[in-house]
């Protein structure tokens, strides 16, 4: 089975190095199942379970998310989150170097990890871990969502389906992912004693709220260097 390789190396205002190696299915765009056989107790499903989790604790002992997130807890719990870190992040086709706020850092770290997760709430962004790109800013956010939105349409539409094409029900891809996030904001609570972790998945809330909500407005921003595709052709 072939995998999409991305490892996050951060450079700790204290000189230690913390690295995480995050190996996706190519295809599928989903890590492989947790191996640790005695997950922390605030990973269990119906610890602060998401409103509306699909899953049952009958067959799902603990939350898929939560559970791939608890390596990320050892070892940032007494990070602030703006304490400044630098961070490289390296895939088989590039490196990428940033040095920014804690709370940003593993915003871009957290946000790979719970879409890739095997979350039935979070699977709508596979598409935006298969084609990762590490602290993105708002209009990179806006342009990707649309494209990955839009490429789901396309596919719809090719298997005979009706195409959203004026980004209308671009709300419900959204719509479970506030309630992931809030849950997992009162997991991390329980898990962190500093903010920087849970101020991350309060960055990522904040992005998925804004996103739905000002696309249009922030791709009416880029229109102009969409003209000569805009263009009648001759």
Same mark, same amino acid.
Request: proline share 6%; with cysteine.
């Given at each position: 089975?072939?995998?999409?390789?991305?490892?996050? *190396?951060?450079?700790?205002?204290?000189?230690?190095? *913390?690295?995480?190696?995050?190996?996706?299915?190519?295809?599928?765009?989903?890590?492989?199942? %947790?191996?640790?056989?005695?997950?922390?107790?605030?990973?269990?499903?119906?610890?602060?379970?998401?409103?509306?989790?699909?899953?049952?604790?009958?067959?799902?002992?603990?939350?898929?998310?939560?559970?791939?997130? =608890?390596?990320?807890?050892?070892?940032? #719990?007494?990070?602030? %989150?703006?304490?400044?870190?630098?961070?490289?992040?390296?895939?088989?086709?590039?490196?990428?170097?940033?040095?920014? $706020? =804690?709370?940003?850092?593993? =915003? $871009?770290?957290?946000?790979?990890?719970?879409?890739? $997760?095997?979350?039935?709430?979070?699977?709508?962004?596979?598409?935006?871990a298969r084609f990762h790109l590490p602290f993105s800013n708002e209009s990179e956010t806006a342009y990707r969502v649309a494209a990955?939105?839009?490429?789901?349409?396309?596919?719809? &539409? *090719? &298997?005979?389906?009706?195409?959203?094409? $004026?980004?209308?029900?671009?709300? %419900?891809?959204?719509?479970?992912?506030?309630?992931?996030?809030?849950?997992?904001?009162?997991?991390?609570?329980?898990?962190?004693?500093?903010?920087?972790?849970?101020?991350?998945?309060?960055?990522?809330?904040?992005? #998925?709220?804004?996103?739905?909500? &000002?696309?249009?407005?922030?791709?009416?921003?880029?229109?102009?260097?969409?003209? &000569?595709?805009? =263009?009648?052709?001759?």
């Amino acid at each position: 089975m072939s995998h999409l390789k991305t490892t996050y *190396r951060f450079a700790l205002p204290d000189s230690r190095e *913390r690295v995480f190696d995050l190996k996706l299915d190519h295809d599928t765009a989903q890590l492989p199942p %947790s191996t640790d056989p005695n997950p922390p107790a605030w990973t269990e499903l119906p610890f602060h379970q998401c409103a509306g989790c699909p899953l049952d604790k009958e067959k799902t002992t603990h939350c898929p998310a939560a559970v791939h997130l =608890a390596s990320v807890i050892d070892g940032f #719990s007494d990070l602030v %989150s703006y304490d400044t870190v630098r961070v490289t992040v390296e895939s088989e086709e590039r490196a990428v170097v940033a040095t920014l $706020s =804690a709370q940003q850092a593993l =915003a $871009s770290l957290m946000g790979l990890i719970m879409a890739s $997760s095997g979350c039935p709430r979070t699977a709508n962004f596979r598409p935006m871990a298969r084609f990762h790109l590490p602290f993105s800013n708002e209009s990179e956010t806006a342009y990707r969502v649309a494209a990955m939105y839009l490429v789901a349409q396309h596919f719809k &539409a *090719r &298997a005979g389906g009706t195409a959203d094409l $004026s980004l209308d029900n671009l709300d %419900s891809v959204y719509h479970g992912m506030h309630a992931v996030n809030r849950g997992m904001a009162q997991r991390l609570r329980a898990a962190s004693r500093q903010d920087a972790i849970v101020n991350a998945i309060v960055l990522l809330d904040v992005y #998925s709220s804004l996103v739905p909500s &000002a696309i249009h407005e922030i791709l009416d921003e880029i229109k102009p260097a969409f003209a &000569a595709l805009l =263009a009648e052709p001759s």
